[in-house]
């Protein structure tokens, strides 16, 4: 009890700040890559083949585009942004340097859930929807994202939890901070076996705390059941 005891008045403070900026890191980065990545995805499902408007070249050019900002490794990425970042927010260091980066890596990554949720839609709704003289704004906001919310809920927490996988390596690279720069600072760099295992433990709760949210508020909204 009394080691129990000396660890938390050793260490609360550091995790506890620590489980804040990987909940801050995670949640903002997370906000801003579905406000680019909805746009994505739905200009995605607009344009293919049977969309509202398909347009082949630009289809395929914001694909290209798309699988292009996945497949560069998120640890090139953060250094490649480092001057984006510092034009963006004014440092390329800290918990507001590390948002940005990890924004752009998570947001060609929403695009894809985006566009695999709305082309779960039913093509007949959509069809009533074109009857009844709907335009395309108001079939995108009523049926696409509408019908598609269950889905798309889904995906924010699989975006969390990938996120947070991610805030590790930039709280390590940029001095963010987080649990998982917690863990190499001081379980792997300084031998404190302790504060790891304590981190990862946090980790594992916080992750699925996350998944546990996701799924229950899509079952709640999901009207199918």
Known sequence: MEVIQAFIDQY?????????DTIVMTGVSTFFAYVLGIPIGVALVLTSPVGLHPHRIFHEILGW?????RSIPFIILLVLLLPLSRLLVGTAMGVSGAIVPLTIAAAPFVGRLVEQSLSEVKGGLVEAAQSFGAS??????KV??????PSLVRGVSITFITLFGYVAIAGALTGAGGLGDI?????????QGDV?????????VLVQIAQ???????RRIDKRK
Do not use: H, P
């Open 12 to 20: 609360a403070l550091l995790l506890t700040r620590g489980i804040w």
């Open 136 to 141: 395309t704004l108001q079939i995108v906001l």
């Open 65 to 69: 585009i798309v699988n292009m900002g």
């Open 196 to 204: 790891m295992i304590v981190a990862v433990a946090i980790c594992i």
């Open 144 to 149: 696409f994202l509408k019908e598609g919310l």
């Open 183 to 191: 863990a190499i600072r001081y379980g792997f760099q300084r031998f």
């Open 212 to 218: 546990s949210i996701g799924d229950s508020l899509a």
